[in-house]
């Protein structure tokens, strides 16, 4: 299994672009997330889908739109890229049941580093 | 609101010294507490969880309600141990909510 993986690893863009992120997992997950890692602040959930069509907003999810079409896959959608939005982006799934074994946890992507100019 | 503290960005340490990372949490509920851990160019991966009581690479962690606390020990560090970790408490059915990390460096 590849487990949880990020396309793509790097981006720069220009302030204005948009872009989409496309995260995919093979484990049959029903939960997937969207965080941004920023120094000093951590990872901060910007959106997570609870199932296939279905998505919700998380902390900071301002600038963003996400899709689920496919249980497999969360893309992450930026429409008009802004410096603030520099970071690493990562994408994360889990079981859709309450955590009683190891197992159910969420598994993270290797992430994006996002830079924009 | 959900917060966790970890109040050192920075941890330093010399190879064999005892490793204590401070977690603090506020939850109104029964909390549920993990620590995760980021080694180098690697992903983030969980180390341990509260509710399983568990040893994972030396490592402990002892929920204690009365402090709020979820502080992450282990008694000899190892240059191996250097990462970034970062304590997260369960909000609602899933979601977590993260600490903003404490980077513990072991030097030889």
């Known amino acids: 299994n590849a487990g949880v993986t990020q396309t793509p690893k790097f981006r720069v863009l220009k302030t204005g672009q948009s872009m989409t992120l496309l995260c995919a997992q093979d484990m049959n997950h029903e939960y997937m997330y969207w965080y941004r890692q920023d120094p000093g602040m951590g990872l901060r959930l910007i959106h997570y889908s609870v199932g296939e069509g279905t998505t919700a907003k998380g902390e900071v999810p301002d600038g963003y739109n996400v899709s689920r079409l496919k249980k497999q896959n969360f893309l992450l959608g930026l429409e008009s890229a802004a410096p603030s939005q520099t970071s690493v982006y990562f994408c994360?799934?889990?079981?859709?049941?309450?955590?009683?074994?190891?197992?159910?946890?969420?598994?993270f992507g290797p992430g994006t580093r996002l830079t924009v100019l | 609101a959900q917060r966790v503290t970890q109040p050192e960005k920075l941890l330093s340490v010399f190879k064999g010294a005892p490793v204590e990372l401070k977690c603090n949490y506020s939850?109104?509920?029964?909390?549920?507490l993990f620590w995760y851990v980021q080694y180098s160019r690697q992903r983030l991966q969980l180390l341990l969880r509260h509710i399983s009581r568990e040893s994972i690479k030396g490592f402990t962690a002892d929920l204690n309600k009365g402090e709020t606390s979820f502080h992450l020990k282990k008694p000899f560090a190892q240059e191996e141990d250097s990462a970034m970790y970062y304590c997260?408490?369960?909000?609602?059915?899933?979601?977590?909510?993260f600490g903003t990390g404490t980077r513990l460096l072991v030097s030889p």
């Open positions: 939850y109104s509920g029964s909390p549920e």
């Open positions: 997260a408490l369960r909000e609602g059915f899933q979601k977590l909510v």
């Open positions: 994360a799934s889990s079981y859709g049941q309450r955590p009683t074994q190891r197992r159910d946890t969420q598994y």
